[in-house]
Protein backbone atom coordinates (compact mmCIF):
# COMPACT_ATOMS: atom_id res chain seq x y z
CA UNK A 1 0.00 0.00 0.00
CA UNK A 2 1.72 3.53 -1.31
CA UNK A 3 1.98 6.15 1.15
CA UNK A 4 0.04 9.63 0.36
CA UNK A 5 2.46 12.88 1.51
CA UNK A 6 0.69 15.16 3.34
CA UNK A 7 -0.97 18.31 1.92
CA UNK A 8 1.32 20.29 4.14
CA UNK A 9 4.26 18.26 3.37
CA UNK A 10 3.16 19.04 -0.61
CA UNK A 11 2.83 23.08 -0.17
CA UNK A 12 6.27 23.44 1.65
CA UNK A 13 8.53 21.43 -0.86
CA UNK A 14 6.53 23.62 -3.84
CA UNK A 15 7.65 26.56 -1.57
CA UNK A 16 10.73 25.65 -1.36
CA UNK A 17 11.93 24.83 -5.36
CA UNK A 18 9.66 27.78 -6.30
CA UNK A 19 11.98 30.21 -3.61
CA UNK A 20 15.20 27.83 -4.60
CA UNK A 21 14.31 29.16 -8.42
CA UNK A 22 13.68 32.83 -7.43
CA UNK A 23 17.46 33.00 -5.75
CA UNK A 24 18.92 31.28 -8.52
CA UNK A 25 17.21 33.88 -11.39
CA UNK A 26 17.87 36.80 -9.38
CA UNK A 27 22.02 35.98 -8.63
CA UNK A 28 22.13 35.22 -12.64
CA UNK A 29 20.41 38.76 -13.07
CA UNK A 30 22.57 40.14 -10.67
CA UNK A 31 25.66 38.53 -12.68
CA UNK A 32 24.49 39.66 -15.96
CA UNK A 33 23.99 43.02 -14.56
CA UNK A 34 27.32 42.82 -13.24
CA UNK A 35 29.17 41.96 -15.86
CA UNK A 36 27.75 44.41 -17.98
CA UNK A 37 28.54 47.06 -15.96
CA UNK A 38 32.41 45.67 -16.05
CA UNK A 39 31.61 45.57 -19.72
CA UNK A 40 30.94 49.09 -19.76
CA UNK A 41 33.29 49.98 -17.63
CA UNK A 42 36.38 48.34 -19.74
CA UNK A 43 34.52 49.89 -22.66
CA UNK A 44 34.80 53.51 -21.07
CA UNK A 45 38.38 52.61 -20.45
CA UNK A 46 39.40 51.20 -24.30
CA UNK A 47 37.32 54.87 -25.21
CA UNK A 48 39.19 56.85 -22.92
CA UNK A 49 42.76 55.38 -24.51
CA UNK A 50 41.51 55.66 -27.89
CA UNK A 51 40.92 59.57 -27.82
CA UNK A 52 43.77 59.95 -25.66
CA UNK A 53 45.96 58.17 -28.46
CA UNK A 54 43.78 60.30 -31.61
CA UNK A 55 44.78 63.65 -29.35
CA UNK A 56 48.65 62.22 -29.04
CA UNK A 57 48.87 62.02 -32.46
CA UNK A 58 47.17 64.94 -33.38
CA UNK A 59 49.44 66.93 -31.45
CA UNK A 60 52.65 64.83 -32.82
CA UNK A 61 51.34 65.80 -36.26
CA UNK A 62 51.23 69.78 -35.55
CA UNK A 63 54.47 69.35 -34.28
CA UNK A 64 55.96 67.74 -37.26
CA UNK A 65 53.99 70.43 -39.51
CA UNK A 66 55.20 72.77 -37.24
CA UNK A 67 58.64 71.55 -37.41
CA UNK A 68 58.43 70.95 -41.33
CA UNK A 69 57.24 74.28 -42.04
CA UNK A 70 60.58 76.16 -39.74
CA UNK A 71 62.98 73.67 -41.79
CA UNK A 72 61.54 74.55 -44.77
CA UNK A 73 62.24 78.18 -43.51
CA UNK A 74 66.29 78.03 -43.02
CA UNK A 75 68.69 78.39 -45.42
CA UNK A 76 70.72 75.39 -47.35
CA UNK A 77 73.42 75.55 -45.21
CA UNK A 78 72.04 75.77 -41.51
CA UNK A 79 69.67 72.47 -43.02
CA UNK A 80 73.30 71.25 -43.89
CA UNK A 81 74.52 72.17 -40.32
CA UNK A 82 71.40 70.63 -38.49
CA UNK A 83 71.90 67.35 -40.16
CA UNK A 84 75.54 67.63 -39.41
CA UNK A 85 75.23 68.04 -35.94
CA UNK A 86 72.00 65.54 -35.57
CA UNK A 87 74.28 62.69 -37.07
CA UNK A 88 77.24 63.36 -35.01
CA UNK A 89 74.90 63.25 -32.19
CA UNK A 90 75.84 66.61 -30.58
CA UNK A 91 72.26 68.16 -30.19
CA UNK A 92 70.30 67.72 -27.57
CA UNK A 93 66.84 69.05 -28.71
CA UNK A 94 67.82 68.48 -32.13
CA UNK A 95 66.48 72.34 -32.72
CA UNK A 96 67.84 74.94 -34.97
CA UNK A 97 67.71 78.51 -32.88
CA UNK A 98 69.35 80.81 -35.27
CA UNK A 99 71.92 82.01 -37.75
CA UNK A 100 74.43 85.24 -38.21
CA UNK A 101 76.14 85.99 -40.94
CA UNK A 102 79.48 88.08 -40.90
CA UNK A 103 80.10 89.11 -44.21
CA UNK A 104 83.45 91.11 -45.07
CA UNK A 105 82.28 94.06 -44.50
CA UNK A 106 82.04 93.04 -40.97
CA UNK A 107 84.51 91.13 -40.75
CA UNK A 108 87.16 92.51 -43.10
CA UNK A 109 89.19 89.74 -44.58
CA UNK A 110 91.05 91.11 -46.80
CA UNK A 111 91.97 89.35 -49.98
CA UNK A 112 93.17 85.57 -49.36
CA UNK A 113 93.77 86.03 -45.73
CA UNK A 114 92.45 84.61 -42.77
CA UNK A 115 93.63 86.60 -39.72
CA UNK A 116 90.75 88.31 -37.50
CA UNK A 117 90.46 92.25 -37.42
CA UNK A 118 89.81 94.20 -34.66
CA UNK A 119 86.09 94.43 -36.55
CA UNK A 120 85.93 90.66 -36.70
CA UNK A 121 86.75 90.37 -33.19
CA UNK A 122 84.16 92.89 -31.99
CA UNK A 123 81.53 91.37 -33.80
CA UNK A 124 82.35 87.95 -32.35
CA UNK A 125 82.27 89.43 -29.00
CA UNK A 126 78.68 90.75 -29.71
CA UNK A 127 78.18 87.50 -30.99
CA UNK A 128 79.43 85.77 -27.83
CA UNK A 129 77.99 87.45 -25.25
CA UNK A 130 74.43 87.13 -26.92
CA UNK A 131 74.35 83.19 -27.10
CA UNK A 132 75.86 82.61 -23.72
CA UNK A 133 73.18 84.61 -22.44
CA UNK A 134 70.04 82.70 -24.11
CA UNK A 135 71.26 79.26 -24.56
CA UNK A 136 74.00 77.76 -22.45
CA UNK A 137 74.20 74.32 -24.13
CA UNK A 138 74.23 75.48 -27.77
CA UNK A 139 76.18 73.98 -30.13
CA UNK A 140 77.66 76.32 -33.34
CA UNK A 141 78.81 75.33 -36.67
CA UNK A 142 81.27 78.03 -38.30
CA UNK A 143 80.98 78.07 -41.98
CA UNK A 144 83.56 79.51 -44.09
CA UNK A 145 82.91 81.17 -47.65
CA UNK A 146 85.37 82.64 -50.08
CA UNK A 147 84.75 84.53 -53.28
CA UNK A 148 85.21 83.35 -56.68
CA UNK A 149 89.38 84.48 -57.08
CA UNK A 150 91.32 81.67 -57.11
CA UNK A 151 91.27 77.63 -57.43
CA UNK A 152 88.36 76.05 -55.85
CA UNK A 153 90.83 74.01 -53.66
CA UNK A 154 92.84 77.03 -52.59
CA UNK A 155 89.20 78.96 -51.52
CA UNK A 156 88.18 75.66 -49.90
CA UNK A 157 91.32 75.95 -47.91
CA UNK A 158 90.97 79.32 -47.41
CA UNK A 159 86.88 78.88 -46.15
CA UNK A 160 88.02 76.76 -43.81
CA UNK A 161 90.72 78.81 -41.95
CA UNK A 162 88.55 81.52 -41.98
CA UNK A 163 86.42 79.29 -40.21
CA UNK A 164 88.87 77.98 -37.59
CA UNK A 165 90.15 81.50 -36.88
CA UNK A 166 86.95 82.40 -35.59
CA UNK A 167 86.07 78.86 -33.42
CA UNK A 168 89.85 79.66 -32.33
CA UNK A 169 88.70 82.95 -31.14
CA UNK A 170 85.49 81.62 -29.52
CA UNK A 171 87.20 78.97 -27.73
CA UNK A 172 90.14 80.84 -26.51
CA UNK A 173 88.42 84.42 -25.69
CA UNK A 174 84.81 83.39 -24.35
CA UNK A 175 85.39 80.16 -23.46
CA UNK A 176 83.34 78.21 -25.66
CA UNK A 177 83.88 74.13 -25.67
CA UNK A 178 85.18 72.81 -28.36
CA UNK A 179 83.48 69.54 -28.59
CA UNK A 180 80.32 72.27 -28.47
CA UNK A 181 81.60 73.67 -32.04
CA UNK A 182 82.47 72.41 -35.31
CA UNK A 183 83.70 73.80 -38.82
CA UNK A 184 83.44 73.17 -42.31
CA UNK A 185 84.46 75.00 -45.66
CA UNK A 186 81.86 75.82 -48.34
CA UNK A 187 84.59 77.61 -50.73
CA UNK A 188 83.05 79.40 -53.38
CA UNK A 189 80.52 76.91 -53.66
CA UNK A 190 77.74 78.79 -51.93
CA UNK A 191 77.41 82.52 -52.93
CA UNK A 192 74.71 84.57 -52.07
CA UNK A 193 75.33 87.46 -54.77
CA UNK A 194 77.13 86.54 -58.73
CA UNK A 195 80.94 87.64 -58.22
CA UNK A 196 80.41 89.94 -60.83
CA UNK A 197 81.90 93.17 -58.12
CA UNK A 198 84.19 93.91 -55.62
CA UNK A 199 81.56 94.65 -54.06
CA UNK A 200 79.58 91.63 -54.63
CA UNK A 201 82.60 89.18 -53.61
CA UNK A 202 83.11 91.16 -50.40
CA UNK A 203 79.87 90.19 -49.83
CA UNK A 204 80.69 86.44 -50.38
CA UNK A 205 83.98 86.55 -48.38
CA UNK A 206 82.35 86.02 -45.10
CA UNK A 207 81.14 83.26 -41.84
CA UNK A 208 78.22 82.05 -40.86
CA UNK A 209 77.71 81.15 -37.40
CA UNK A 210 74.56 78.02 -37.09
CA UNK A 211 73.05 78.30 -33.34
CA UNK A 212 71.49 75.11 -32.46
CA UNK A 213 70.62 73.36 -29.53
Known amino acids: MKKMMSPALV????AGLTLTGCATKKFVEEQVTAAEERGDAKIGEVQNSVEGNQKAIGDLEKTDAKFAKELAALSATAKDALQRADEAGKLAKGKFLYEVTLTDNDV???FNKYNLSDEAKAALDVFAGNVKKANHNAYVEVQ??????GSEKVNLELG????EKVMRYLNMEHGFPLHRMNVISYGEFNPIVENDSREARAQNRRVTLIVME
Open 160 to 163: YKRA
Open 144 to 149: GHTDSI
Open 11 to 14: VLLV
Open 108 to 110: KFG
